[in-house]
């Protein structure tokens, strides 16, 4: 054999060269020199070949060293945060989501994530805005979208906006390709490098490899695929057929990696033969097609997204890869052990049995929050029985929260604490909401300031907010998200967010010109609790940096000073790091005045429990609506307990309970009305139970002060398992109700059972402007004609309704016209007396 391998097989055997990569080496040497033979002498294959393996190794040896610096950083960054830290628990969880009063000033990678993410979405905004889906989860403009697809490939549509849409995306693909290679990663600089790819395996695998090579491969320009084995192109011009044998091993490894999950779904370990997290992105790897049309034309073979979402599922994933690799390392697996593991030995010197079961315990949620970091927590284990099952959760969000909007009043209250606790003044947040809402200009600056409404972006945003990430068939999914999006609740809940990063954006301005010690409280023990130094907050105070309107306003945005301050010479890991903890900063205070699901909270309730077991599913099911209020819970008590001071504490707490207990009181109050009911009275202690419950997001726990079931029907067990598990409840006690009055010799009353699982179950059916419409004009009516007991059943609903809770219907259940107008008279007495 030829001179280089003999070479390989002397250095393995004297102990110089480590046997698993000189094995690889040979093997690739032995695969070149055969495909090069074919077309020249051996020796001028010999030469080839050899040449092409050892500028392969280079270029990974060189790789390597990036990583593993990279990675040296990290463990010296574990044993300052963590090995320093009074309590090494809570700094492992707070390299994953910062939590308040923990004293840690390492950035979380929750935070980090959703900063880079807000900043490339910002680089898009026209594209986001012309591009989002409507109520149906399509593209707004398709004949746009494709245009621009066309010019992401390199070819000219004629159409000026898309050529400028185009752009944009590309410069948003480059910074976060920059940003990746920055914090460790190897992705090489590509012209016209298109558009990503979305692969659907279950496609791939029901196709099978044959049938998927023939589609793909005739659609792939060769020439800008390089091949890891010889560091060059497949091909050697565009359109140049590629080496069979190479381009069938290529395409086996990638079917290989797809339909496993392999190539972009799981974080590798280190075990052997893995792959850190720099590496999993590398250009050699990515498949590139020949134009627009192979494009489109295999992502409708084999797709999992349309472009839109192709493009805006490429920066949400870098800006995960981003945050995880400079929070964790190029590996974020192995950088969590390390972490965890230095947490492990300052408890055990310590000898302090507490902590070192603090420790245990922190090191199986931080584990589980990387996991759902990663999504690999979501992988199922069973993908039928978790698409059947996430479908059904969706279907259920979309039929039980049309009404959610009306809970919503309560985000005035965090809003207005959050402001407070951060020095926003009185009321600068709530009348920023109003114009937000009320004009498109405000809504323009917000954009112009790198601002752009998440449900733009993310049709999955609003539902999340309460269920949190989620895995489910996309068209599920937008069903969810249409409704969602229909009740209002998208729009509240963006112009909410947009006001309150702009009110801190105004708040952080307003400090220019001081020093940080200067910078008033509390924002100035903020600023430094994230780490923020002197010399650092005298570049983001400087007032030529900041954003200003034309009608005077100052803002300090992150994304816009980042580009103020390149344009004024500032070094460029310099400007981006700034930039990045400025806005992860503003985006964990966000968490408190406009609440979503934290990882925490999520983690505490499902752990790693895969979807497509039993048990995942089942605590999934539990967890359904139940994430929210934990995580606005956890976050108010730690809030709450960070504050200095008995005192402090109490009157924090006091003032929170009883500005949620108000607006929950409105929020009950205004589902009452909506259901065709008067107000309750507010003289009732059950009303107030209720509120105290609905301000903090389980309104429907509140049903139970008055009564011994849910607005749904089911007992206080059956509510606690979840909508899953109420949906099979009410079939089973339709069927076993029938079933019981048949054998009594009664005429089973199917129909009505089946209007009322309709009536419940309906997506839609629950959008707080039609319920009460549909339900007297469809769903009545169907019952009226269905049930020979439904008059006598409302008349008894309505006098239980009448005893439970003081209020008496102004809509009477089966009549097509209300009988008169809400009567707020009910609000100062109960009408039972």
Same mark, same amino acid.
């Not at 051996?42 to 393996?53: G, K, L, S």
């Not at 050892?54 to 060189?62: D, L, W, Y």
């Not at 606790?421 to 009321?427: M, T």
């Given at each position: 054999?030829?001179?280089?391998?003999?070479?390989?097989?002397?250095?393995?055997? #004297?102990?110089?060269?480590?046997?698993?990569?000189?094995? #690889?080496?040979?093997?690739?040497?032995?695969?070149?020199?055969?495909?090069?033979? $074919?077309?020249?002498?051996?020796?001028?294959?010999?030469?080839?070949?050899?040449?092409?393996?050892?500028?392969?190794?280079?270029?990974?040896?060189?790789?390597?060293?990036?990583?593993?610096?990279? /990675?040296?950083?990290?463990?010296?960054?574990?044993?300052?945060?963590?090995?320093?830290?009074?309590?090494?628990?809570?700094?492992?969880?707070?390299?994953?989501?910062?939590?308040?009063?923990?004293?840690?000033?390492?950035?979380?990678?929750?935070?980090?994530?959703?900063?880079?993410?807000?900043?490339?979405?910002?680089?898009?905004?026209?594209?986001?805005?012309?591009?989002?889906?409507?109520?149906?989860?399509?593209?707004?403009? !398709?004949?746009?979208?494709?245009? @621009?697809?066309?010019?992401?490939?390199?070819?000219?549509?004629?159409?000026?906006?898309?050529?400028?849409?185009?752009?944009?995306?590309?410069?948003?693909?480059? !910074?976060?390709?920059?940003?990746?290679?920055?914090?460790?990663?190897?992705?090489?600089?590509?012209?016209?490098?298109?558009?990503?790819?979305?692969?659907?395996?279950?496609?791939?695998?029901?196709?099978?490899?044959?049938?998927? *090579?023939? =589609?793909?491969?005739?659609?792939?320009?060769?020439?800008?695929?390089?091949?890891?084995?010889?560091?060059?192109?497949?091909?050697?011009?565009?359109?140049?057929?590629?080496?069979?044998?190479?381009?069938?091993?290529?395409?086996?490894?990638?079917?290989?990696?797809?339909?496993?999950?392999?190539?972009?779904?799981?974080?590798?370990?280190?075990?052997?033969?893995?792959?850190?997290?720099?590496?999993?992105?590398? =250009?050699?790897?990515?498949?590139?097609?020949?134009?627009?049309?192979?494009?489109?034309?295999?992502?409708?073979?084999?797709?999992?997204?349309?472009?839109?979402?192709?493009?805006?599922?490429?920066?949400?994933?870098?800006?995960?890869?981003?945050?995880?690799?400079?929070?964790?390392?190029?590996?974020?697996?192995?950088?969590?052990?390390?972490?965890?593991?230095?947490?492990?030995?300052?408890?055990?010197?310590?000898? +302090?049995?507490?902590?070192?079961?603090? @420790? &245990?315990?922190?090191?199986?949620?931080?584990?589980?929050?990387?996991?759902?970091?990663?999504?690999?927590?979501?992988?199922?284990? +069973?993908?039928?029985?978790?698409?059947?099952?996430?479908?059904?959760?969706?279907?259920?969000?979309?039929?039980?929260?049309?009404?959610?909007?009306?809970?919503?009043?309560?985000?005035?209250?965090?809003?207005?604490?959050?402001?407070?606790?951060?020095?926003?003044?009185?009321?600068?947040?709530?009348?920023?909401?109003?114009?937000?809402?009320?004009?498109?200009?405000?809504?323009?600056?917000?954009?112009?300031?790198?601002?752009?409404?998440?449900?733009?972006?993310?049709?999955?945003?609003?539902?999340?907010?309460?269920?949190?990430?989620?895995?489910?068939?996309?068209?599920?999914?937008?069903?969810?998200?249409?409704?969602?999006?229909?009740?209002?609740?998208?729009?509240?809940?963006?112009?909410?967010?947009? #006001?309150?990063?702009?009110?801190?954006?105004?708040?952080?301005? %307003? /400090?220019?010109?001081?020093?940080?010690?200067?910078?008033? =409280?509390?924002?100035?023990?903020?600023?430094?609790?994230?780490?923020?130094?002197? #010399?650092?907050?005298? $570049?983001?105070?400087?007032?030529?940096?900041?954003?200003?309107?034309?009608?005077?306003?100052?803002?300090?945005?992150?994304?816009?000073?980042?580009?103020?301050?390149?344009?004024?010479?500032?070094?460029?890991?310099?400007? %981006?790091?700034?930039?990045?903890?400025?806005?992860?900063?503003?985006?964990? /205070?966000?968490?408190?005045?406009?609440?979503?699901?934290?990882?925490?909270?999520?983690?505490?309730?499902?752990?790693?429990?895969?979807?497509?077991?039993?048990?995942? %599913?089942?605590?999934?099911?539990?967890?359904?609506?139940?994430?929210?209020?934990?995580?606005?819970?956890?976050?108010?008590?730690? !809030?709450?307990?960070?504050?200095?001071?008995?005192?402090?504490?109490?009157?924090?707490?006091?003032?929170?309970?009883?500005?949620?207990?108000?607006?929950?009181?409105?929020?009950?109050?205004? &589902?009452?009305?909506?259901?065709? $009911?008067?107000?309750?009275?507010?003289?009732?202690?059950?009303?107030?139970?209720?509120?105290?419950?609905?301000?903090?997001?389980?309104?429907?726990?509140?049903?139970?002060?008055?009564?011994?079931?849910?607005?749904?029907?089911?007992?206080?067990?059956?509510?606690?398992?979840?909508?899953?598990?109420?949906?099979?409840?009410?079939?089973?006690?339709?069927?076993?109700?029938?079933?019981?009055?048949?054998?009594?010799?009664?005429?089973?009353?199917?129909?009505?059972?089946?209007?009322?699982?309709?009536?419940?179950?309906?997506?839609?059916?629950?959008?707080?402007?039609?319920?009460?419409?549909?339900?007297?004009?469809?769903?009545?009516?169907?019952?009226?004609?269905?049930?020979?007991?439904?008059?006598?059943?409302?008349?008894?609903?309505?006098?239980?309704?009448? *005893?439970?809770?003081?209020?008496?219907?102004?809509?009477?259940?089966? =009549?097509?016209?209300?009988?008169?107008?809400?009567?707020?008279?009910?609000?100062?007495?109960?009408?039972?007396?």
């Amino acid at each position: 054999m030829a001179d280089l391998f003999d070479c390989l097989q002397s250095a393995m055997d #004297a102990g110089l060269v480590d046997p698993q990569r000189g094995t #690889a080496a040979q093997r690739d040497y032995q695969d070149l020199f055969e495909r090069y033979r $074919r077309h020249a002498p051996d020796a001028a294959a010999a030469a080839m070949a050899a040449e092409d393996v050892k500028k392969s190794v280079a270029r990974a040896a060189t790789s390597r060293r990036h990583t593993v610096l990279a /990675q040296l950083q990290r463990m010296r960054a574990n044993q300052h945060f963590v090995g320093q830290a009074e309590r090494p628990d809570l700094a492992v969880k707070s390299l994953l989501e910062r939590g308040e009063g923990r004293g840690h000033a390492q950035e979380a990678v929750r935070s980090t994530r959703d900063a880079i993410s807000r900043q490339l979405r910002g680089m898009i905004p026209e594209f986001l805005k012309r591009n989002a889906r409507d109520l149906t989860g399509r593209p707004r403009d !398709r004949a746009l979208l494709g245009d @621009v697809v066309r010019e992401l490939h390199g070819e000219g549509s004629g159409n000026g906006e898309a050529a400028r849409m185009a752009g944009a995306v590309q410069k948003a693909f480059e !910074r976060a390709r920059t940003l990746f290679n920055a914090h460790g990663g190897d992705i090489g600089e590509l012209e016209d490098f298109g558009l990503p790819h979305s692969h659907d395996p279950r496609r791939l695998r029901r196709a099978g490899f044959d049938a998927w *090579r023939a =589609e793909i491969q005739p659609r792939l320009d060769w020439s800008r695929i390089i091949d890891h084995q010889t560091d060059r192109p497949f091909a050697s011009s565009r359109g140049a057929p590629p080496d069979a044998a190479a381009a069938d091993r290529f395409l086996r490894d990638i079917y290989s990696n797809l339909t496993t999950h392999g190539w972009d779904d799981r974080v590798p370990s280190l075990m052997p033969g893995g792959a850190a997290l720099a590496n999993r992105r590398a =250009e050699h790897r990515v498949l590139h097609f020949r134009d627009a049309s192979s494009w489109l034309a295999y992502n409708d073979a084999f797709g999992q997204a349309n472009p839109f979402d192709a493009i805006v599922a490429h920066l949400d994933g870098m800006a995960r890869d981003i945050a995880l690799m400079r929070v964790l390392g190029p590996n974020p697996k192995a950088g969590l052990e390390h972490a965890i593991q230095t947490a492990q030995r300052v408890a055990s010197q310590a000898a +302090d049995p507490v902590a070192e079961r603090r @420790v &245990k315990r922190a090191s199986v949620q931080a584990r589980a929050m990387l996991a759902h970091l990663t999504g690999s927590a979501n992988d199922p284990a +069973d993908s039928g029985m978790a698409a059947f099952l996430a479908g059904t959760r969706n279907v259920l969000t979309a039929a039980q929260l049309g009404s959610a909007l009306l809970s919503a009043p309560t985000d005035l209250w965090t809003q207005h604490m959050a402001a407070r606790a951060v020095g926003i003044g009185h009321g600068k947040v709530f009348a920023r909401f109003v114009s937000l809402m009320a004009s498109g200009s405000t809504r323009e600056t917000a954009a112009r300031m790198g601002y752009i409404a998440d449900t733009l972006a993310d049709t999955g945003s609003t539902a999340a907010r309460y269920l949190g990430d989620v895995w489910s068939p996309e068209i599920t999914e937008r069903l969810a998200s249409g409704v969602m999006r229909a009740s209002g609740l998208a729009r509240w809940t963006d112009m909410n967010r947009l #006001a309150f990063q702009m009110e801190f954006a105004g708040l952080l301005a %307003e /400090q220019a010109g001081r020093t940080l010690d200067q910078v008033d =409280e509390p924002l100035r023990s903020i600023l430094r609790g994230r780490g923020f130094d002197d #010399a650092e907050w005298t $570049r983001l105070a400087d007032p030529a940096l900041h954003f200003r309107t034309d009608a005077g306003e100052t803002f300090l945005a992150p994304m816009h000073w980042r580009e103020a301050a390149l344009a004024a010479g500032l070094e460029n890991a310099e400007a %981006e790091g700034l930039a990045i903890r400025l806005q992860a900063l503003i985006e964990e /205070q966000m968490e408190f005045a406009v609440p979503s699901v934290s990882l925490d909270a999520r983690t505490s309730l499902i752990g790693e429990a895969p979807p497509g077991t039993i048990y995942g %599913e089942l605590i999934r099911s539990t967890a359904m609506y139940k994430n929210f209020a934990l995580s606005l819970t956890l976050n108010q008590v730690r !809030r709450t307990m960070a504050r200095p001071g008995a005192m402090n504490r109490a009157l924090y707490a006091a003032q929170l309970m009883a500005g949620l207990t108000l607006l929950g009181g409105v929020s009950v109050q205004l &589902k009452e009305v909506a259901k065709g $009911r008067d107000p309750r009275p507010m003289d009732d202690p059950a009303f107030w139970g209720a509120a105290v419950f609905q301000g903090g997001g389980l309104g429907i726990f509140g049903d139970f002060f008055s009564a011994s079931t849910s607005r749904a029907g089911g007992g206080f067990a059956e509510t606690l398992a979840g909508p899953v598990v109420g949906l099979g409840a009410d079939v089973a006690r339709a069927v076993a109700s029938n079933a019981d009055r048949a054998a009594q010799g009664k005429a089973p009353l199917i129909g009505r059972d089946a209007v009322n699982l309709a009536r419940r179950y309906t997506p839609g059916s629950s959008l707080w402007y039609g319920r009460l419409a549909l339900d007297r004009l469809v769903w009545d009516q169907l019952q009226d004609m269905l049930d020979p007991e439904a008059r006598t059943l409302w008349r008894r609903q309505e006098r239980k309704a009448l *005893r439970d809770r003081g209020n008496a219907a102004w809509w009477r259940k089966g =009549e097509t016209a209300p009988d008169r107008a809400p009567s707020f008279s009910s609000l100062a007495g109960d009408a039972r007396r």
